[in-house]
């Protein structure tokens, strides 16, 4: 099972996009991680979130691992540092706009465009007063 699991997150890196913009085949990765999550149970929150939205982006299963990504920032909820709010960004970006991709309502191009001025508008919602005497993480 391990194995398995390691093996599918190794995987789910480089899926998607080739350096020339030419689809990758991905059907057995899909399907590798979808059989997976089907079976996947980790007791601590963290690690189980952690490795859920990995699992759920190599199995192009977009909103499910968009909602992971929240769960997992949910668990850091007394934690204010930006690190906490900017964990996993780069992925809720990615699954963000790979959902309409998926579902055939409009180019990741500009879906990717919309997310992440939405993310990032969102990241630091300090007053400037605030980010004047911020000094460190």
């Given at each position: 099972m391990k194995t398995?699991?390691?093996v599918?997150?190794?995987l789910a890196g480089p899926v998607g996009y080739a350096a020339e913009q030419q689809q990758v085949p991905v059907g057995?990765?899909?399907k590798m991680a979808k059989d997976v999550i089907a079976v996947y149970r980790e007791p601590?929150?963290?690690?189980y979130y952690e490795n859920l939205f990995r699992l759920q982006l190599a199995a192009g299963a977009y909103e499910a691992a968009a909602k992971a990504i929240e769960s997992r920032r949910a668990l850091d909820a007394g934690?204010?540092?930006l690190v906490a709010k900017a964990?996993?960004?780069q992925y809720a970006i990615f699954a963000q706009?790979?959902?309409p991709e998926a579902a055939s309502k409009g180019s990741f191009e500009s879906a990717f465009e919309q997310a992440f001025r939405e993310t990032f508008a969102r990241l630091d919602?300090?007053?400037p007063e605030q980010r004047r005497t911020h000094t460190c993480c």
């Open positions: 398995m699991l390691l599918c997150l190794y057995p990765i899909e601590d929150g963290r690690a934690d204010s540092s964990r996993h960004v706009a790979k959902a919602q300090r007053s």
